[in-house]
């Protein structure tokens, strides 16, 4: 197989959104990336909060990504149990890809934090971070600065928090995420959502 340039982007994705749809696409336009690779985590390594289970977070990326030829979804850390550590992702995907050139797409809060990451200087010899503004953080630690490439977009202002919050509250969350995004959100009742079934 010849090589190819890829990102790999990790992300809870509960659920996904148009910010990760916009970062994904500059990300493959800018950095001239062959293809973007959507992983979600099965059990987020910093986060204490439970996440919707990883079939429906699949299923969420899979519909989100549907129409755009160069976006694919691996469920390689749904496979895995416990904690989705960044590195036996990189590992197990150079192993298993040794002619790509494999590229990491992360938020502007989480490039301060890389040096607390699970054995970050094996993940730093086999991936180049491409790293997004995400209100106003943007800083590696000097120790990691020339391995991030970063990337200057159009910032929106989007979270998945904020997300549910919305659907919580019935607020509308169209233009937010793509619309059969929403409709799974809403036909599952997911984050409190109350079902609009069209009955009369
Ligand atoms: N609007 C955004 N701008 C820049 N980066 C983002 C944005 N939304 C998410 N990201 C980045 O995408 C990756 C995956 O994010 P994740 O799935 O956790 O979404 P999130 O919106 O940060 O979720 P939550 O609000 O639940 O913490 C992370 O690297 C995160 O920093
Ligand atoms: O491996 C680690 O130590 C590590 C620590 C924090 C975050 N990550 C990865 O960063 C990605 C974004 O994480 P999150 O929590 O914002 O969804 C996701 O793929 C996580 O597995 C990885």
């Known amino acids: ?16 959104h148009f910010g990760h749809m916009l970062i994904a696409q500059e990300a493959l336009h800018e950095c001239k990336l062959d293809e ?6 099965s059990t987020p390594p910093h986060k204490e909060r439970d996440v919707t289970p990883g079939y429906a977070r699949l299923e ?9 030829p160069k976006f694919y979804v691996s469920d390689a850390e749904l496979k895995r149990s416990g904690r989705s550590y960044t590195v036996d992702t990189v ?9 790509h ?8 809060d989480m490039i301060a ?3 607390e990451w699970k054995d970050i200087d094996t993940i730093l010899s086999l991936v180049t971070f ?17 391995r991030v490439q970063h990337l200057d977009l159009i910032q929106v202002d989007f979270s998945s928090t904020k997300i549910r919050e919305r659907v919580q509250e ?22 409190g959502s109350k079902t609009s079934v069209r009955t009369r």
Do not use: C, N
Request: no cysteine.
């Open 36 to 41: 973007i690779w959507f992983i979600p985590v």
């Open 113 to 115: 934090s890389l040096g």
């Open 101 to 108: 050139e494999f590229f990491f797409i992360i938020g502007g």
């Open 130 to 146: 491409i790293g997004v503004d995400r209100g106003g953080h943007t800083d590696a630690s000097p120790r990691y600065k020339d």
């Open 170 to 191: 019935s607020k509308p969350i169209r233009y937010m995420v793509p619309d059969k995004v929403d409709t799974y959100i809403q036909e599952g009742g997911l984050y």
């Open 60 to 68: 969420m990326l899979v519909r989100a990504i549907e129409d755009e």
């Open 1 to 16: 197989m010849p090589g190819k340039k890829i990102g790999l982007f990790g992300g809870t994705f509960d659920p996904p």
């Open 91 to 99: 590992k197990h995907f150079a192993e298993t890809y040794p002619s």
